[in-house]
């Protein structure tokens, strides 16, 4: 077994708790599929990258190729603003078969018990340069 060399632990919060406190306890009105996309996609900015281009196509052919040289389920979605290659694992170890994409990686992002997968890890590659209420927010 190994020494641990440094360790530590933040406090967590409740979120139910912060909920309750923010709201005054008050259920919010539930908002309309319209209300949350205009809400989502309002006072927002996509601006291409040509630079970017090359390593979009680079990126996808390298999120395929792993996915079949390790047998590694996956789904490459391009959105308005990004690609995004999420690989589907269950109590997987390592992840260095990865590694190969992870470089061309913008953000990333982990999520567990979705689509009866233990873990699903998204890669998302930015093709536009994305700014809300005129500030940057990717990549």
């Not at 890890?121 to 930015?126: A, E, G, Q, S, V």
Request: hydrophobic share 35%; glycine share 6%; aromatic share 12%.
């Amino acid at each position: 077994m190994g020494r641990i060399i440094y360790e530590k632990r933040y406090p967590r919060e409740n979120w139910e708790d912060l909920i309750a406190a923010e709201t005054g306890g008050e259920q919010a009105a539930a908002k309309s599929f319209d209300e949350i996309v205009r809400e989502v996609y309002g006072n927002r900015v996509c601006v291409p990258i040509p630079e970017r281009a090359k390593a979009a196509s680079a990126f996808v052919l390298t999120a395929r190729r792993v996915s079949e040289l390790y047998k590694l389920d996956v789904t490459i979605t391009e959105h308005t603003d990004h690609i995004s290659a999420e690989y589907y694992f269950n109590s997987s170890g390592g992840l260095r078969c990865l590694r190969e994409v992870v470089k061309y990686a913008d953000d990333i992002s982990f999520f567990s018990n979705v689509r009866g997968y233990d873990i699903v890890m998204c890669l998302d590659f930015y093709t536009h340069t994305v700014f809300r209420n005129k500030r940057q927010v990717h990549p």
